[in-house]
């Protein structure tokens, strides 16, 4: 299993600024991934971090509005750059330790209000 | 296309009655589906995964490759069981595709 905490937990924030989401892991993980739900929405998945290469994109992300950062096993930061009220939204970090079949830990999630 | 489709938004039964929550998917490949659980204020966590066969909580799941669903299913409902339901489909690099998610409610 693993255990994930994020931070910060909630943060209200103004237009046009960043807010960089911190995530970190009580074991070496293979895979993590970064999630956003909306409102009454599902998930939707950002990107997949790698540790010590870019991380991968899904379509719709860019780099340049959520860059991420993986320097090492245990540890991921994701930035939400340059923010507007649509980006109002809980951020989700996940992990697959084993990169088998196996179940995702997610953290408990960063409530985002960009006003 | 690889996509995962939960029907009912929103689930509401009576304790004790029986419940299904139905998942249906679209895969190419030979998928690995699992539920994933949502309880109020707490984080997301998996519920059970197909290749287990396994209940929790009561609950199962069968693939019915036929049909492609993978519907859950719980005899008497308990009031605790109220919480948000996923299904999600992983795909060949890993990654879960995930269905909109269904409210279950349970009345006492």
């Known amino acids: 299993s693993a255990v994930i905490s994020q931070k910060p937990s909630r943060d209200i924030c103004q237009r046009g600024t960043s807010l960089t989401i911190q995530c970190q892991v009580d074991?070496?993980?293979?895979?993590m991934f970064w999630y956003r739900q909306q409102p009454g929405q599902s998930l939707t998945l950002i990107a997949t971090a790698n540790q010590g290469s870019e991380a991968t994109y899904e379509s719709g992300f860019v780099i340049d509005k959520f860059p991420i950062s993986r320097p090492n096993l245990t540890f991921s930061t994701l930035t939400v750059s340059n923010m507007s009220p649509e980006d109002s939204s809980i951020y989700l970090c996940?992990?697959?330790?084993?990169?088998?079949?196996?179940?995702?830990?997610f953290g408990p999630g960063t409530r985002l209000t960009v006003t | 296309a690889q996509r995962v489709t939960q029907p009912e938004k929103l689930l509401s039964v009576f304790k004790g009655a029986p419940v299904e929550l139905k998942c249906n998917y679209s895969?190419?490949?030979?998928?690995?589906l699992f539920w994933y659980v949502q309880y109020s204020r707490q984080r997301l966590q998996l519920l059970l995964r197909h290749i287990s066969r396994e209940s929790i909580k009561g609950f199962t799941a069968d693939l019915n490759k036929g049909e492609t669903s993978f519907h859950l299913k719980k005899p008497f409902a308990q009031e605790e069981d109220s919480a948000m339901y996923y299904c999600a489909l992983e795909d060949s690099n890993y990654q879960l595709i995930w269905g909109a998610g269904t409210k279950l409610i349970i009345k006492p």
């Open positions: 074991s070496q993980v293979t895979m």
């Open positions: 895969y190419s490949g030979s998928p690995e």
């Open positions: 996940s992990v697959l330790p084993g990169g088998h079949t196996y179940e995702q830990y």
